[in-house]
């Protein structure tokens, strides 16, 4: 049953790059429909379907906007490999990094009245910040009011090191207070990894989940799934991962490596539930 708001008004959102769904995990949950979803990653694709019900379009490149149907929200965890520190830093110079300029043909075509981008906390200081004020500067051109903040899982209850940029436009819609729209203060809560996984880790938070480096020694620096417990080496499992992830009922499905890019390329739940709960708090969802 999708929850209504302001005016009686199903709050309606596009999920592109939508890998294993967190918005659409957290949104459905806060009553929000998706109307559209896209990625090119087969493993995604079936795992979105299973979970959400939902058929995901194809490569971004090939939807047309004017195609997609009226919707309030854009949401985009766009490639982050461009711009992350563990890879060539190449940003838009890299075939992926050219992603921002699909977003925005949807931008410039639907204008929605919100836009919610999400990557490494990198980008703000790629080629010396020229990246991100290109992306800024674009969303500004389309008349949108952009806010951004870098949000840590270990800050909001999930004891983890990953930090994550997200970026939301206005444009259109009536916000309560824009500069209160990252106080998070009230959503803030303190969790140790024995405590939620249930076991004696030696540390505190775990390492950020990623792709590569897994079964590295564990005192190797790419190491971020070994860890002692009770003095022994324990390698974190698919449904800690998950846990960690925020995704406490999902079932996940595939090849194990699948599984572990799928988590390691995700959004954690915990960040975009918490944008969602703002969105209602701060924004009056008019026609």
Same mark, same amino acid.
């Given at each position: 049953?999708m929850?209504?708001?302001?005016? #009686?008004?199903?709050?309606?959102y596009? &999920? ?5 769904g ?14 559209m979803?896209?990625?090119?990653? $087969?493993?995604a694709?079936?795992?979105? /379907? +299973?979970?959400?019900?939902?058929? =995901? ?23 982050? $490999?461009? !711009?992350?520190?563990a890879?060539?830093?190449?940003? !838009?110079?890299?075939?992926?990094g050219?992603?921002?300029?699909q977003?925005? /043909? ?7 009245k919100?836009i ?22 674009? *969303?500004e051109?389309? /008349?949108y009011?952009?806010?951004? #903040? ?6 909001y209850?999930?004891?983890q090191?990953?930090?994550?940029? !997200?970026i ?5 819609i009536?916000?309560? &207070?824009?500069?209160?729209? !990252? &106080?998070?203060?009230?959503?803030? #809560?303190?969790?140790? *990894?024995?405590s ?11 390492y ?7 079964n ?8 971020? &799934? ?30 194990? =490596?699948d ?24 924004? +009056?969802?008019?026609?």
């Open positions: 049953m929850v209504e708001y302001a005016n #009686k008004k199903t709050i309606r596009i &999920d592109l790059f939508c890998g294993m967190s918005f659409h995990y957290s949104f459905r949950k806060l009553g929000f429909e998706c109307i979803a896209s990625d090119i990653y $087969q493993p694709k079936e795992n979105y /379907k +299973l979970n959400f019900g939902m058929e =995901t379009l194809d490569n971004i490149c090939d939807i047309d906007p004017n195609n997609i149907e009226y919707y309030d929200i854009l949401c985009g965890g766009f490639p982050c $490999q461009p !711009f992350s520190q890879g060539k830093h190449k940003g !838009f110079d890299d075939e992926r050219t992603m921002f300029s977003v925005m /043909k949807f931008v410039k075509i639907n204008s929605p919100i919610i981008l999400e990557n490494v906390q990198a980008l703000l200081n790629h080629d010396k910040g020229k990246t991100f004020e290109t992306i800024i500067n674009e *969303l051109n389309e /008349k009011n952009v806010i951004y #903040k870098i949000l840590k899982c270990s800050d209850g999930i004891p090191m990953r930090k994550r940029l !997200f939301i436009g206005f444009k259109n009536d916000v309560i &207070d824009i500069e209160k729209f !990252f &106080d998070l203060r009230n959503y803030e #809560k303190k969790e140790t *990894l024995s939620y996984l249930n076991k004696n880790f030696a540390k505190d938070v775990a950020t989940l990623r792709c590569g480096g897994k590295s020694s564990i005192n190797d620096r790419h190491n971020w &799934d070994g860890y002692l417990v009770d003095e022994k080496e324990y390698r974190l499992t698919i449904s800690d991962g998950l846990k960690l992830q925020g995704f406490n009922d999902y079932n996940l499905i595939g090849k194990t =490596t599984k572990w890019k799928l988590l390691g390329n995700t959004i954690p739940t915990i960040f975009t539930e918490i944008i969602g709960k703002q969105l209602i708090k701060h924004c +009056l969802f008019t026609s």
